[in-house]
């Protein structure tokens, strides 16, 4: 069983819809992250959390420290959305050697968001 | 500014040949990774860098040589490669280390590499 565990693994939305990714962790953590990949492209971060909720746009992200949980959601979603979004929740307490703490990746959502 | 910028962007080698991945970075940040994106599996580090001059070994280092001699570059090399290295790797660096409050990871775009 993976540290980091996302879903749904793939999700199909219609333009307009409200998504709700989640993730999972069973490690102790000191953040989340939430990244986003297009296909073929680049990775980037969207955010960086370690309680409550944010929000930038029309996504919004959510930590629940207690049940180990966060879930990226995207309002009004549009074709535009559609990526691949990545879970990563930074270690606690440090690994190698402390020299820096570990990035546990989930294996990503591939969200397709259809006009 | 550029960013992250890898080099380069899709490579095909045989089994056995070497060839380096060259990462850089004009955000004048002192932390660099380099990881490995396999399909079913979440990225994994292979090597980072804390500073000019330094690298350490993350999760999956074999197979892999790091240097890193200037600042805003980090090269990732592969002595004599294999198929199980096919993969896309990704450089990334940031301001302060994983576990700080400016931890953010930039990513280069990166570079599809196939082994045959």
């Known amino acids: 069983k993976n540290e980091v565990e996302q879903s749904p693994q793939n999700l199909t939305a219609q333009e307009g819809e409200f998504i709700t990714i989640n993730c999972s962790y069973s490690?102790?953590?000191?953040?989340l992250h939430w990244l986003q990949q297009h296909p073929g492209g680049g990775i980037v971060s969207l955010f960086m959390l370690s309680s409550g909720k944010k929000k930038h746009g029309r996504l919004i992200a959510t930590i629940n420290i207690q049940e180990k949980h966060s879930s990226l959601h995207i309002t009004a979603s549009h074709p535009r959305d559609s990526a691949v979004y990545i879970c990563a929740a930074t270690s606690f307490p440090p690994y190698y050697g402390g020299a820096t703490n570990k990035l546990i990746f989930g294996t990503g959502t591939l969200l397709a968001v259809q006009p | 500014n550029a960013g992250v910028t890898q080099t380069p962007k899709f490579r095909v080698l045989k089994t056995g040949q070497s060839m380096t991945l060259l990462c850089a970075q004009d955000?004048?940040?002192?932390?660099m990774y380099w990881y490995r994106q396999d399909p079913g599996m979440g990225l994994r580090l292979i090597h980072y860098s804390v500073g000019e001059g330094t690298t350490a070994k993350g999760e999956v280092p074999d197979g892999y040589n790091v240097s890193r001699l200037k600042k805003q570059n980090f090269l990732l090399g592969l002595e004599s490669a294999a198929p199980s290295q096919t993969s896309v790797y990704f450089c990334a660096s940031s301001y302060s280390k994983v576990g700080t409050g400016d931890d953010e990871q930039f990513f280069g775009p990166g570079t599809r590499l196939t082994v045959l």
């Open positions: 955000m004048n940040h002192e932390y």
């Open positions: 490690v102790g953590i000191s953040a």
